[in-house]
DNA sequence: GCAAAAGTGTTGGCCTTACACCCATGG
DNA sequence: CCATGGGTGTAAGGCCAACACTTTTGC
């Protein structure tokens, strides 16, 4: 009893993403993290929130199907996309409601970042809705774990690797990467000291354009260094 | 086509284990990583070499399945455990051989620390052997690129977590937590500033005792801090 | 010119690195 | 009393936070 041999007939997997977005905060107006929710209709959890997700077909790599889970959900591709971790315990599909414990289910979740103007302009699933990613309402299975985790995640990561371009345009200013910095992570950060720190990344390289139409001194425009095949992939958690 | 009513009969499951324990390097007498491989009696890749694993079992936690697995392998109990990836590219099943793209896999594969003593003392089970972590014979399936990455993410990891005891007994002295470092990130590191670093870290309480026969000054023995539930789990990647 | 944000300079503290030096023990 | 590693001290350099200051635009 080896190897890759596994058939197990009674456990199955499913992807699940927990996609994240940039909007401003209904109360405060600052820039709070959101993510879209669907609500179940079925039973377990029947009219619970959960997170986007399903089966995975079996011509798809996982990182597709968490793209598709997000296309059908949002209608958008992801301009970031990582594997989050994969949730196995037993317990995870029953732990209010008690059914019969045949339906295991293991999923494999990632997490993902989008543009909010592309959300503006995107439409929404059907049972699809957006919520205050740090005030959520009661998740169904173990969901509410997962997102804990995934925000823990986002924000470990935004201080030392340059995802913060998942929240924004092709072309911005260090004022918009900063503020996307201080969206996540909740904070204030001196605008001076983050230029500087930004720039010695070397990621950033400068357009020559600047943004006009301000009502003071035009901000130089960035973007993000192309650099090695743009790896969305698992390599430095 | 919402949430977790997945069932997918093509996709089976599987858990695999990068194993880690130290020896001395064969030519060099270096501390150095060894992992146990598992010689395959069944096409695809009959007789090559891969990672232990097996089929989840129904009832069986992910990290449970993975102590199983070391278990079998090695006779241990894990001293560190922790999910490395779920893997699931469509083709890493038949990557040489063309057979019937129907036997899909998909693997999650966690990494396990045991110290080398207890190895020692251990069974290794059938078609198990040692190698060289960092020289390994080809291996079956994507199994070079799991180990890859499984070396990376421990080399990473030593760094910012107190996860070198999982190589070390209860009690050591600060140049043995030294010499596990300088074995897995293969160079050699200042005896005078490791020692602070590593007391600054509040990780480690002295335990009054000193380690007797030595031809020198006995040096004082330490134990990791038991802390806040010795969390072998996901947080912090 | 004035407000406002862009962008630069400067300082002091902290942490790391390199390496000198003293300490405790067995032979 | 000497060799050996354990353990401490210290000075130089790099990095970071705080904040003063200059620049460039719209009005």
Redesign the pocket.
Same mark, same amino acid.
Do not use: V, Y
């Given at each position: 009893m080896t190897i890759e041999s596994a058939i197990d007939q009674r456990v199955s997997l499913a992807v699940s993403t927990v996609i994240f977005a940039l909007r401003p905060h209904p109360d405060s107006g600052l820039m709070t993290l959101w993510l879209p929710l669907v609500r179940r209709i079925r039973e377990p959890y029947e009219g619970q929130w959960a997170l986007p997700g399903g089966p995975l077909e079996s011509e798809d790599d996982l990182a597709s199907s968490a793209s598709h889970t997000l296309q059908r959900t949002t209608g958008l591709e992801p301009r970031y996309l990582e594997q989050l971790y994969a949730f196995g315990n037993p317990e995870r599909s029953h732990a209010l409601a008690d059914h019969q414990p045949s339906d295991r289910v293991v999923s494999i979740v990632y997490w993902a970042l989008v543009r909010p103007d592309e959300v503006a302009r995107a439409v929404d699933g059907d049972n699809v809705e957006w919520f205050v990613a740090d005030d959520l309402p009661p998740l169904a299975f173990d969901h509410t774990e997962i997102v804990d985790y995934a925000l823990a995640r986002l924000r470990a990561k935004i201080t030392y690797t340059p995802i913060a371009h998942g929240f924004l345009p092709p072309e911005f200013?260090?004022?918009?990467l900063r503020e996307v910095h201080e969206a996540v992570l909740r904070t204030v950060l001196? @605008? +001076?000291?983050?230029?500087?720190?930004a720039?010695?990344s070397k990621t950033l390289i400068p357009t020559g354009n600047?943004l006009?139409?301000?009502?003071?001194?035009? @901000? +130089?425009l960035f973007r993000f260094e192309a650099g090695p095949p743009t790896s969305t992939t698992k390599e430095r958690r």
């Open positions: 200013t260090l004022t918009e001196d @605008p +001076a000291n983050f230029r500087r720190q720039l010695a600047c006009q139409g301000t009502s003071h001194r035009p @901000p +130089a």
